[in-house]
């Protein structure tokens, strides 16, 4: 149980470099909006992953005349991952292809946040896939993280 406390407590002092809400895991980004962005399709594209879009808000925002912190948005995938998923629970098709957000927050710090997988069964109640999800969360954890780190 000491363990346990343990954890939680180390989890909760780097809580500036991981952070979990709302559905949500945020990963501290040691670089820019972009080049972090840069980093990640790369890293996604190296692993055979598709890459569908990259959406940067802020030029969408500034055409608009509105001001909005560097924020991109790269939308990905792999079939061969999301079918079994679909099979699964055809709602989380809402869901996927998966996404992950690039954001500098008012403090200047960049964040990479994606959907937290565990959120995903439980809002999809999915069940019998435990295989896929731990596969994603894998994935989804080693390729933010060498996007967002030196």
């Not at 909005?68 to 055809?90: D, H, S």
């Not at 690039?102 to 403090?107: F, G, T």
Request: proline share 3%; aromatic share 8%; hydrophobic share 45%.
């Amino acid at each position: 149980m000491h363990r346990f406390f343990t954890v939680i407590t180390l989890l909760v002092i780097s809580s500036s470099v991981l952070f979990a809400a709302d559905g949500l895991i945020s990963i501290k980004s040691d670089f820019d909006v972009k080049t972090t962005a840069d980093r990640l399709e790369n890293i996604l594209k190296e692993k055979g992953m598709t890459v569908f879009a990259r959406i940067d808000h802020a030029l969408g925002a500034k055409k608009t005349g509105q001001v909005l912190r560097p924020t991109e948005l790269v939308i990905f995938g792999n079939p061969k991952v999301g079918t079994p998923l679909m099979q699964c629970a055809q709602t989380i098709a809402i869901d996927l292809p998966q996404k992950a957000v690039i954001w500098q927050d008012k403090d200047g710090t960049v964040w990479v946040s994606y959907n937290d997988p565990d959120y995903l069964v439980k809002r999809h109640n999915l069940q019998g896939c435990e295989k896929v999800i731990n596969k994603v969360k894998k994935a989804l954890a080693t390729f933010t993280k060498k996007a967002a780190k030196n």
